[in-house]
């Protein structure tokens, strides 16, 4: 029995040991960063100065009607007269020609979990589950696995186009786009030398970006704007705030309040199209973790109606919904379609086959903190959507009051953010091995971003003589 047992044993044991699973070492730190310096070799740093648009580029306002398919006929002459305020504007709307084009420029091919998006006005402060305030990157409709630089660029140019727009000199755009691409290459730097998890913890709170910066007077003046405004924002509850403004009671009734263009009920079509959002509300429910299907299954569903958000978003199938928990216990949801990324074409396509999970995912991977009702749906004619809460303490700039001062300060915490949310999913250490520790990638940077923004504006004029010529029709709101 005893040698029996003991050659069990010993079959055992070699089963085990042949089960093991011999891990491969990974790089060092610095043989990491090797790799991103031999990278330059074959993508100079110096060649991302370079923009000039290609003999076969697409026309611009042509891009813009291929972006407009699918969506709501009767909002896209909206998007049309948003898109024609300015060349800012333009900018906003038009991620997909500027994916066209980086797509030609020169990349050293490290892959991040990318924006898609990453202008300006997708970066603001947030009120994470914990009731902390953080700031990072807010749209990222577009998110899909591509270059990391392919961001940066996008976000740097819409500093120059914003310092434009706000009549500030060709000096203060450059500063702000160097500022921006400096943020990013230093503090890269400081997540590659980081543990794993502490690159993941690691989070934007106020006084983090109080400290960036130097000048004392600037810093003091900034900290009272910013403070003042967290205490209004976070003092407000959707009841006190939200609800008169959004909802009202008729009897035992409570409803959405009509705002258009921004909200609305369907003149025609309205049971219809509450039909098709509950169904898919039902199907939402089954993507949370089950903690949050607990809250949320406190609430009904009251009332809904569409909702017109943003530039970009125009005419895509989005609404508001208003559920209630109790009488005096509101809670408003965002649904909005998921459509494939602009980057699909030159980054490949999602591994999800609901673009609603894609969005919801990349909010997991680039954010340091996601709402807690973050979930995915599929309505009817196959349309793709994610849900998260319509308003939660989200503080957005004001870019448009900004002058060069603060326009610096503001691009220094986009770049930390975005460099955050880049070494999330991506190879700090590469990254940082590539960018170096000299100027010479901020420049190239700022160069790009001059030579883009007059591209911008070249397009910009090529759809205003495309809407005066009654290609495009366009409605312009009223301010």
């Known amino acids: 029995m005893e040698r029996e047992a003991g050659e069990h044993r010993e079959r055992a044991r070699r089963n085990l040991t042949?089960?093991?699973?011999?891990?491969?070492?990974?790089?060092?730190?610095?043989?990491?960063?090797?790799?991103?310096?031999?990278?330059?070799?074959?993508?100079?740093?110096?060649?991302?100065?370079d923009w000039k648009p290609s003999r076969d580029r697409p026309d611009p306002v042509q891009l813009i009607e291929e972006a407009d398919k699918g969506r709501i006929p009767q909002l896209v002459p909206l998007r049309h007269g948003r898109m024609l305020e300015s060349p800012f504007t333009f900018y906003r709307g038009a991620a997909l020609n500027m994916?066209?084009?980086?797509?030609?420029?020169?990349?050293?091919?490290?892959?991040?979990?990318?924006?898609?998006?990453?202008?300006?006005?997708?970066?603001?402060?947030?009120?994470?589950?914990?009731?902390?305030?953080?700031?990072?990157?807010?749209?990222?409709d577009e998110t899909l696995p591509a270059p990391w630089e392919w961001d940066l660029k996008r976000l740097a140019t819409s500093f120059v186009l914003a310092c434009r727009d706000n009549g500030l000199d060709k000096a203060s755009a450059e500063d702000a786009a160097l500022a921006c691409a400096r943020s990013y290459r230093e503090h890269m730097a400081d997540f590659s030398e980081m543990?794993?998890?502490?690159?993941?913890?690691?989070?934007?709170?106020?006084?983090?970006?109080?400290?960036?910066i130097k000048d004392r007077k600037l810093r003091k003046y900034i900290e009272r704007r910013v403070e003042k405004r967290i205490a209004k924002e976070t003092a407000r509850s959707a009841l006190e705030y939200d609800f008169p403004k959004?909802?009202?009671?008729?009897?035992?009734?409570?409803?959405?309040?009509?705002?258009?263009?921004?909200?609305?009920?369907?003149?025609?079509?309205?049971?219809?199209?509450?039909?098709?959002?509950?169904?898919g509300f039902a199907r939402y429910r089954d993507t949370l973790a089950d903690d949050r299907r607990v809250i949320l299954d406190r609430f009904e569903l009251k009332d809904i109606a569409v909702k017109v958000v943003g530039v970009g978003s125009v005419g895509t199938y989005c609404a508001v919904?208003?559920?209630?928990?109790?009488?005096?216990d509101p809670l408003f949801l965002q649904l909005k379609e998921a459509r494939a990324s602009v980057l699909e074409a030159y980054g490949g396509k999602s591994t999800y086959s609901n673009h609603g999970q894609r969005v919801v995912m990349g909010h997991r991977l680039m954010q340091s903190a996601s709402d807690i009702f973050l979930g995915w749906t599929e309505g009817r004619e196959g349309r793709q959507f994610y849900i998260r809460q319509l308003r939660d303490a989200k503080m957005k700039p004001m870019v448009e009051t900004f002058n060069a001062s603060d326009m610096a300060v503001y691009a220094q915490w986009c770049g930390y953010s975005l460099a955050r949310s880049h070494a999330r999913s991506g190879d700090a250490a590469v990254i940082s091995g590539y960018l170096g520790e000299s100027d010479t990638f901020e420049k190239a940077i700022a160069d790009f971003s001059a030579a883009y923004a007059d591209q911008t504006e070249r397009d910009h004029a090529a759809l205003k003589k495309a809407a005066r010529k009654g290609r495009l029709k366009v409605l312009l709101e009223r301010r």
């Open 246 to 279: 959004l909802a009202q009671t008729t009897g035992e009734q409570i409803t959405l309040l009509d705002n258009p263009p921004t909200i609305y009920h369907w003149t025609e079509g309205q049971k219809e199209f509450d039909a098709a959002v509950r169904e």
């Open 195 to 212: 543990r794993a998890l502490d690159v993941w913890y690691a989070r934007l709170d106020p006084e983090t970006l109080f400290s960036l």
């Open 99 to 140: 994916a066209t084009d980086l797509a030609t420029t020169p990349t050293p091919g490290i892959r991040v979990q990318a924006c898609g998006d990453a202008h300006l006005g997708n970066f603001r402060g947030f009120a994470t589950p914990e009731r902390q305030i953080n700031f990072d990157i807010h749209d990222l």
């Open 321 to 328: 919904m208003l559920l209630m928990a109790a009488e005096n």
């Open 18 to 49: 042949s089960n093991v699973v011999a891990f491969t070492s990974r790089p060092t730190r610095a043989e990491r960063y090797a790799m991103g310096e031999n990278l330059r070799k074959k993508c100079p740093r110096t060649s991302h100065a």
